[in-house]
């Protein structure tokens, strides 16, 4: 599905297990659009168990 928006999205890969990347995805943010409007937090995780 391709939407026309007047700017396109912007992907930005963090691994917020690491600091400082929730400020690089906030900087990102504001340097491409000057401001965040809506900030959806949907981090995933997952584990491993050895057998």
Do not use: F, H, I, K
Request: aromatic share 4%; proline share 4%.
């Amino acid at each position: 599905m391709r939407r026309n928006w007047a700017q396109p999205p912007v992907e930005v890969v963090a691994d917020l297990t690491v600091d400082g990347a929730a400020d690089t995805l906030v900087r990102v943010a504001l340097e491409r659009w000057g401001r965040v409007d809506v900030l959806v937090n949907n981090v995933g995780m997952t584990s491993v168990a050895s057998s």
